[in-house]
């Protein structure tokens, strides 16, 4: 009779509040954004955040609107009226949210908007252009058949937010009260030096690597933004990576919390690629990791084992 392989529960850590905070606090942002994610972490400290799903985009949401309505600093994002957060959320549910206009405004004039001249968006545009596509998961694999037959846009996950959180407003007509706190997580980057830093699929191990071929010596997280530095100085990014799982690599290797800042230096760091979710142990979810620790391989007369069997059939 075959056994039913036991579920490996989710790895709590990976999805919790203050994970999600630390990926949008990057230390480039302006000082009333900070507040106006503390604050929106406290309106939401309630929801489920352990089995990750739609709440880390209802939180950037929330965010992203207390920023645009507290950012000339005329009042403090605590100050924003439960009402007030409902009337502006609240709005037909077949089109994208006009909060997505007036968000757009805020970071254009605060610095935060895209950059034409230098071909980029700052962090906090990132997070909104991100929240607010309406592409999302609707590009096909080849870019010639997108020009062929471009895909038609859809609900943006901002748009789902919205509904959400104006629902949420609506059932709660009083601010969090003074027990609720959400968790103190500072702005500011997570660097990690090492002599061997590996990215990790199910079925291969690789170091990271510059576009010149040189080993990655150092890694950089600062908000939703990953960065690698090889020995020769060359900065660069990765396809595969991405913040949330170079946090778990950390927290696996040190112990300390995935949203800890600061500087970190550590003998060697595995990290999965984006091909594998982000709870994944590369321990437990790569091929050759998880064969190592068979208790045959590792020994030294593996290989007359492997003789033996061989004589043994002849």
């Known amino acids: 009779m075959s056994e039913t ?5 989710v790895d709590p850590s990976a999805y919790a509040l203050d994970m999600e905070m ?61 009402t007030e957060l409902r009337e502006a959320l609240d709005g037909p549910t077949d089109r994208e949210p006009r909060i997505i206009d007036e968000i757009d405004q ?12 230098a071909g980029r968006g700052t962090p906090l545009w990132d997070l909104f252009n991100t929240a607010r596509n309406q592409y999302a998961g609707r590009l096909g694999a080849s870019a010639l058949a997108d020009d062929i037959e471009p895909p038609a846009p859809g609900p943006s996950p901002m748009r789902g937010a919205a509904g959400r959180l104006a629902q949420f407003f609506a059932d709660t007509s009083v601010p969090p009260g003074e027990g609720a706190v959400a968790p103190e997580v500072e702005s500011g980057p997570l660097v990690i030096e090492s002599d061997r830093i590996q990215l990790v699929t199910a079925g291969s191990i690789m170091p990271l690597r510059c576009p010149r071929n040189h080993d990655a010596r150092t890694v950089r997280v600062d908000g939703p933004d990953v960065s690698t530095e090889c020995g020769q100085g ?17 927290a696996r290797a040190t112990g300390d ?10 003998k060697e760091l595995l990290i999965v690629s984006t091909d594998l979710p982000r709870h994944s142990d590369p321990q437990q979810d ?11 391989v590792g020994r030294d007369d593996v290989l007359e084992q492997i003789h033996g069997l061989i004589d043994d059939r002849r």
């Not at 392989?5 to 529960?9: D, E, G, L, Y």
């Not at 060359?234 to 950390?250: K, N």
């Not at 790569?286 to 045959?296: K, M, T, Y």
Request: contains cysteine; charged residues 20%; hydrophobic residues 45%.
């Open 5 to 9: 392989p036991a579920r490996k529960a």
């Open 22 to 82: 630390s990926l949008l606090l990057p230390s480039s942002a302006p000082p009333p954004w900070a507040a106006a994610v503390h604050e929106a972490a406290r309106h939401l400290v309630d929801l489920p955040w352990g089995a990750g799903g739609r709440a880390a985009v209802d939180l950037a949401t929330l965010s992203l609107l207390l920023f645009a309505r507290t950012y000339t600093c005329d009042r403090a994002p605590k100050d924003v009226p439960v």
């Open 106 to 117: 805020a970071l254009s004039e605060t610095g935060q908007g895209y950059d034409r001249a």
């Open 234 to 250: 060359h900065i660069s990014g990765h396809w595969s990576l991405d913040a949330a799982r170079v946090r778990m690599a950390v």
């Open 257 to 266: 919390r995935p949203s800890v800042q600061g500087k970190r230096a550590l």
């Open 286 to 296: 790569n091929a050759f990791l998880r064969a190592a620790r068979h208790p045959v």
